[in-house]
C-alpha cells in the first residue's frame, strides 16, 4: 500500500505524519528531537528511508540526523545506531561541523560580507538552513546555511565541505543578511542536468552553477525590489523560495519578498507574475506534481504584517503559470486567523490527484488531497512549524 | 574519577542518563575534562565548544564548587574535591530569554 509521509519541522523538535494513498486518516510521531529547533527534514529519492534532518539550538549549535528507518530510529552519521560509543573505530563527531573554506586557493578572499551598517563582517556559521538529498545518490546531500554557504557531504553526513565557489564568485562582499538572517534557504538540483544546481539567499538573490558547483553566476535579472539602493541590482534581492517542475527545470518560479515572479530560461530573465493576487508578498511559492504550470502560494499582508491579509487563511492557485490566480479557502480558517507560513513549509506528493501541504507559524499542518480544492487540518497544535516535506511511497 | 553534570539536551545527544562519570589524567582542567568528556562522547563535539577554536559556547557555563569558571584559562587545575569526585564538574545552559 501507498504512503504519503509528511516531515514537519517546528521550534520544539520534529513530527512525521503518515497516511495511505487516501490521505484522510494521519497518524502523528513526535516530538522527535524534543525541545531542539529543527529547521528542515527531507528524505531521498533514492532510498527513501533515509531521512537527513537538521537539528540546532542557540545554546548548542548545529547538529545533523538521519534516519535510514524512515524516521523510526535516528544517529548522528559517523554514530552507528546503537554504539553511543566505541574503542578503535570511535565515532568523531565530524558531522556537526561546518567549518567554512579558508585555504589559500579558494577561502582567503571569502572571508567578509556585508553587515547591517554596511561594514565588512566576517562569516560565521549559525545554523543549517535546509538539507537538500541528491536525486542520484543516497550519501550525497547538500546543506545551505547561515551564515549563507553551500556545504556537500558524499558520505551519508558524517563529513562536511563547503563547495566554496558559491561564496566565492566574487559578489559575497555585497552579500548582507535579512531580518533572518544571511541564510542559504533554498536549493534545486536540475533532475535532467545535473551538473545545474539553483540556490537562493537572503538578502542576496538567486544564482545557479551550470558545472556542478564549481562556479556560480548570480541569476537575477528582471527582479525589482524598491527598498533596496538600486532596485535593479545585480545583488541584493530578499528572495524567498523557488520551485521547479521536475519535468521542465529550466522554467523557475519565486516568491520574492515582494512580488511573485517566473523565468523560462533557467533564471536568464525573470518576469513578474503576481496578477491579481491580493498581495504579493509571502514566503512559500511550489508546483503542482502533475501539472507544470499549477503553482501555489500563500499570500501574507506585508513585510511589517507577517499575517494573512483580513485574518483569511487563503492558498493561492494559478493554473496558467502565474498572472490569473483563485483562491482556495475551503476548509481553511477565513475569519480571526494571524499566522504565518514560512518559506521552507509547503510541500506537494505525488499521488493523483496531487496532495499539498503547508504548515504554519500557529503550529497547524493543512492538507489537501485534491490539487488545493479543499483543505483539512491533518495536525493542529504542533510548535511554529518551521519546515513540510513530503514523501511519496510506493 | 570526575563527575561532570551535562544539560539535559546533552545527555539526550550523549544517550546517557544522570551524571557521567570520566577518568581523567592530571592534571586535571576544564580543557582535559572536555577533552575526555568528547573523546567519550564525540556525539557531543561541537555543542559545548567550537570545533575549530575550543571556544566555550557562548549561552554554556561551566561551574565547580558554586565558582563560575567559565572566564578562567582553560588550563586552570580544578580544585581538589572535583578531581576526587568529592563534588560534580557542572556545564549549564544559560537561563535566557524572556
Not at chain 1, 578503535?88 to 556537526?96: A, F, H, Q, R, Y
Not at chain 1, 491579509?309 to 480571526?336: C, F, I, M
Not at chain 1, 494571524?338 to 504554519?360: I, Q
Request: proline content about 8%.
Amino acid at each position: 500500500m501507498s504512503t504519503a509521509r509528511v516531515l514537519v519541522g517546528t521550534k520544539k523538535g520534529a513530527f512525521i505524519l503518515t497516511a495511505d494513498g487516501k490521505r484522510q486518516k494521519w497518524d502523528v510521531s513526535g516530538p522527535h528531537f524534543a525541545g531542539w529547533e529543527m529547521y528542515h527534514l527531507k528524505g531521498s529519492l533514492v532510498n527513501p528511508n533515509r531521512i537527513y534532518a537538521s537539528q540546532t539550538s542557540g545554546w548548542f549549535g548545529q547538529i545533523i540526523q538521519r534516519s535510514d528507518d524512515g524516521g523510526k530510529t535516528w544517529f548522528q552519521p559517523g554514530t552507528p545506531p546503537g554504539e553511543e560509543k566505541g574503542p578503535g573505530g570511535m565515532p568523531m563527531g565530524e558531522s556537526n561541523k561546518f567549518v567554512y573554506d579558508a585555504s589559500p586557493e579558494t577561502g582567503k578572499p571569502l572571508t567578509t560580507h556585508q553587515w547591517y551598517d554596511g561594514t565588512q563582517h566576517p562569516w560565521e556559521f549559525k545554523r543549517v538552513w535546509h538539507l537538500e538529498p541528491s536525486l542520484t545518490e543516497a550519501d550525497t546531500v547538500y546543506a545551505g546555511v547561515e551564515d549563507a554557504a553551500l556545504f556537500v557531504s558524499r558520505d551519508g553526513g558524517q563529513n562536511w565541505k563547503e563547495l566554496p565557489g558559491m561564496r566565492g564568485h566574487g559578489t559575497g562582499p555585497k552579500w548582507g543578511p535579512g531580518a533572518g538572517g544571511m541564510g542559504l534557504h533554498t536549493i534545486l538540483l536540475d533532475p535532467k542536468n545535473h551538473n545545474r544546481m539553483y540556490i537562493a539567499i537572503s538578502a542576496a538573490g538567486a544564482f545557479r552553477t551550470d558545472d556542478a558547483g564549481k562556479t556560480w553566476k548570480p541569476i537575477n535579472k528582471g527582479l525589482h525590489s524598491t527598498y533596496i539602493p538600486d532596485p535593479d541590482a545585480e545583488i541584493g534581492h530578499c528572495v524567498h523560495r523557488i520551485a521547479l517542475h521536475p519535468s521542465r527545470p529550466d522554467v523557475l518560479f519565486m516568491q520574492k519578498h515582494w512580488d511573485v515572479l517566473r523565468t523560462d530560461n533557467a533564471g536568464d530573465q525573470w518576469r513578474e507574475v503576481s496578477g491579481n493576487l491580493p498581495t504579493d508578498f509571502g514566503f512559500v511559492i511550489d508546483v503542482h506534481a502533475h501539472e507544470p504550470e499549477t503553482i501555489y502560494v500563500v499570500p501574507i499582508k506585508s513585510d511589517g504584517e507577517h499575517f494573512p491579509l483580513e485574518g483569511k487563511l487563503r492558498v493561492y492557485r494559478s493554473r496558467t503559470g502565474g498572472n490569473e490566480w483563485e483562491a482556495l479557502t475551503k476548509g481553511l480558517p477565513q475569519h480571526d486567523c494571524y499566522v504565518n507560513v514560512l518559506r521552507d513549509a509547503m510541500a506537494v506528493d505525488s499521488f493523483d490527484p496531487c496532495g499539498v501541504y503547508f504548515g504554519t507559524t500557529g503550529g497547524q499542518v493543512y492538507a489537501s488531497a485534491d490539487d488545493g480544492d479543499s483543505w483539512a487540518p491533518i495536525v493542529r497544535d504542533l510548535p511554529a512549524v518551521y519546515s513540510v516535506e513530503v514523501q511519496t511511497i510506493p | 574519577m570526575i563527575v561532570v553534570v551535562l544539560p539535559a539536551h546533552l545527555r539526550t545527544l550523549a544517550r546517557v542518563q544522570g551524571d557521567v562519570e570520566l577518568d581523567v589524567a592530571a592534571p586535571v582542567t576544564v580543557r582535559s575534562v572536555l577533552d575526555a568528556l568528547e573523546a567519550r562522547y564525540p556525539m557531543l563535539r561541537g555543542t559545548i565548544r567550537d570545533h575549530v577554536t575550543l571556544q566555550r559556547r557562548p549561552f554554556l557555563r561551566f561551574f565547580a564548587c558554586e565558582e563560575d569558571l567559565s572566564l578562567e584559562p582553560p588550563d586552570t587545575p580544578l580544585p581538589e574535591v572535583i578531581v576526587s569526585g568529592k563534588e560534580p564538574f557542572f556545564i549549564i545552559g544559560a537561563i535566557a530569554g524572556g
